[in-house]
């Protein structure tokens, strides 16, 4: 059986996950919406992806330019098994009654309340907590990154605090640019630390900052051991977890600009990182403490998680099959 499955929202997340999850070969990707008729329609249009209309308030916008659409978002979730959110924000929240009337299952992105899913999702972390689920969010990338990497030094944990540098927009988003400032976020803690225990029950207070960049988020970890690990440790810790990879900045990695040339290297599409990226050098253990420094590729590394995500709610494969599964359709290195 191939798991149908629809996208609503067809943005920067929306088409990544389209993309990966056209590359499955336990799901069909059944159609996108889109509010408006813009290069991203008829891009989808030419790769042969039926294309609906978000709602019907948008039909008159698609009907003006001439661009027929397959229906609405209604016709699309009478197609599907399983509907992803890539709405913008707090949207999916409100888009809930529907998926709810069409008794189509859904997945929700970060940018929506831990309450509007039944769970908070990153595959390493709690695959097995989104078995048979009817509602999963996928985390944000930040999150996403966090949890990756503490989940792998879990048992070392005593409490851990986190800077989180963060990208100002999206390459594409020329709406919130340009920018010259560096904002603060001045709720301290910032809600990722909170985020982060809607995964796994860490300790841990984070503070937030938004820089004018648009390639990648960076972040400063400090952790309060539980019990002593060196250095060469946590390096093995990392080579042996999933989607983490460690760069090195005696091989020319000084930023996030060579971190996006190599995913370029790769020939990776969008330049998607779908990994976390440690710089090994940042590893540093000093007493009972714990340091490193790791960037995230906002616009890819949650890509995987929704593939992972629709497998655990139709209980397609376990944990390391799905996982193991979804890398090899990316090219994800590890
Ligand atoms: N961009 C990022 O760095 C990341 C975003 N997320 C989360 O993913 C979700 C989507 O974010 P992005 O893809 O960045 O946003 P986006 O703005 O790039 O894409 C959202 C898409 O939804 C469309 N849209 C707007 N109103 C709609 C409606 N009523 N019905 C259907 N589609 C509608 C927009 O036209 C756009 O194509 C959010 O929850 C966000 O917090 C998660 C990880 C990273
Ligand atoms: O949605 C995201 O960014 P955005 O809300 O700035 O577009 C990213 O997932 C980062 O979100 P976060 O900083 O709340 O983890």
């Known amino acids: 059986?191939?798991?149908?499955?629809?996208?609503?929202?067809?943005?920067?997340?929306?088409?990544?996950?389209?993309?990966?999850?056209?590359?499955q070969d336990d799901m069909e990707l059944i159609g996108v919406t889109k509010t408006k008729p813009d290069f991203e329609a008829y891009r989808a249009k030419e790769l042969g992806i039926p294309v609906y209309a978000a709602s019907e308030d948008f039909l008159p916008r698609f009907e003006k330019a001439g661009f027929e659409?397959?229906?609405?978002?209604?016709?699309?979730?009478?197609?599907?098994?399983v509907i992803v959110d890539a709405t913008?924000?707090?949207?999916?929240a409100k888009n809930k009654a529907l998926y709810e009337k069409a008794g189509v299952k859904a997945i929700f992105e970060g940018g929506e309340k831990a309450s509007t899913a039944e769970?908070?999702?990153v595959a390493q972390a709690n695959y097995e907590k989104a078995l048979g689920k009817d509602y999963v969010r996928v985390v944000s990338c930040n999150t996403t990154g966090l949890t990756r990497t503490l989940s792998a030094l879990q048992k070392y944990i005593d409490y851990v605090y986190a800077v989180m540098i963060r990208r100002a927009a999206d390459p594409n988003d020329s709406r919130r640019g340009p920018v010259n400032a560096i904002t603060?976020?001045?709720?301290v803690p910032s809600h990722h630390g909170p985020d982060v225990q809607t995964v796994i029950p860490i300790n841990?207070?984070?503070s937030a900052f938004v820089v004018p960049t648009t390639l990648m988020h960076v972040h400063s970890v400090m952790i309060e051991l539980k019990k002593p690990i060196t250095e060469k440790d946590v390096i093995e810790v990392f080579e042996n977890t999933t989607r983490v990879l460690l760069f090195e900045k005696e091989k020319g990695f000084d930023s996030t600009a060579q971190l996006i040339e190599f995913a370029r290297d790769l020939h990776r599409e969008w330049n998607n990182l779908y990994e976390i990226a440690v710089w090994k050098e940042s590893i540093s253990v000093r007493g009972n403490r714990l340091f490193y420094i790791q960037a995230v590729h906002q616009e890819s590394d949650v890509v995987p998680e929704n593939v992972d995500a629709i497998r655990a709610m139709f209980e397609l494969a376990d944990k390391w099959e799905s996982i193991k599964k979804t890398n090899r359709s990316l090219g994800i290195l590890k």
């Open 184 to 187: 603060p976020s001045v709720t």
């Open 119 to 121: 769970v908070s999702f």
């Open 1 to 23: 059986m191939k798991v149908k499955v629809g996208i609503n929202g067809y943005g920067t997340i929306g088409k990544r996950v389209a993309y990966a999850v056209s590359k």
């Open 88 to 92: 913008p924000g707090g949207m999916g």
């Open 69 to 81: 659409v397959a229906g609405t978002l209604n016709d699309l979730l009478e197609k599907v098994d």
């Open 204 to 206: 841990i207070e984070t």
